[in-house]
């Protein structure tokens, strides 16, 4: 799978047709787009959604691998409520870019 951004208005697009063109037609605003073969995910990091800070807590449960000898900790994902240090109150937690 092949991954397309256009030059012009940034839109990108995968598109699984094997073809060994690196510069293809935007169908956004038919403008040349690039082949960027991977690109990579941004890292990103949960943070407190009232001041942005990333000194938070959340709920989450723990269970002992025997064979790594360490705790693996399971987050409630159900639950976007956390705990801000900064705020010292409850949060929403949301995700933004490191």
């Known amino acids: 799978m092949k991954t397309f951004k256009c030059i012009s208005c940034g839109?990108?697009?995968?598109?699984s047709q094997?073809?060994?063109?690196?510069?293809s037609i935007c169908i956004f605003c038919?403008?040349?787009?690039n082949n960027i073969e991977e690109t990579p995910e941004p890292d990103v990091c949960p943070v407190c959604a009232n001041c942005d800070s990333d000194?938070?807590?959340?709920?989450?449960m723990g269970s002992w691998d025997d064979a790594k000898q360490e705790w693996e900790w399971e987050l409630a994902d159900h639950d976007p409520a956390g705990w801000c240090r900064k705020c010292e109150d409850t949060c929403r937690i949301i995700w933004k870019e490191c």
């Open 11 to 15: 839109m990108q697009r995968q598109d």
């Open 18 to 23: 094997s073809s060994d063109d690196n510069i």
């Open 30 to 33: 038919a403008e040349p787009e």
């Open 55 to 60: 000194d938070i807590t959340h709920d989450g």
